[in-house]
């Protein structure tokens, strides 16, 4: 089974900028379509954002278009997602999977990352 490791969150100011990783275990990695998601309190998990084998961005949610970006390296077994221009809104745990070709999430959830947009 691969394990995650989501790492990067913390505490922001409105308008900060956060670099969020996820780390995969296991060669299978650059073989998947992988995605951040992103849980707020009191919400269900939603979709951020995609990225695809070969690395170009995908489904990115409309309430991130313009302020994050997705980006992969299969060498390490990294996923990335840079967010800029943060919002109080954007404050949530953020994790990552991989994304099955019926849209579902592959493996089993990592711990995920806090991300705290608050003045």
């Known amino acids: 089974q691969v394990q995650l490791v989501e790492s990067g969150g913390g505490l922001v100011q409105p308008g900060g900028s956060l670099r969020l990783s996820c780390a995969a275990s296991?060669?299978?990695?650059?073989?998947?379509?992988m995605a951040w998601y992103r849980q707020a309190p009191g919400k269900q998990r939603e979709l951020v954002a995609g990225v695809t084998r070969s690395g170009m961005p995908t489904n990115y949610a409309d309430s991130v278009k313009g302020r994050f970006t997705i980006s992969r390296d299969n060498a390490k077994n990294t996923v990335y997602l840079q967010m800029n221009s943060l919002k109080p809104e954007d404050t949530a745990v953020y994790y990552c999977n991989a994304v099955t070709l019926g849209g579902s999430v592959a493996w089993d959830w990592g711990q995920g990352t806090q991300v705290t947009v608050s003045s």
């Open positions: 296991g060669s299978i990695f650059k073989l998947v379509v």
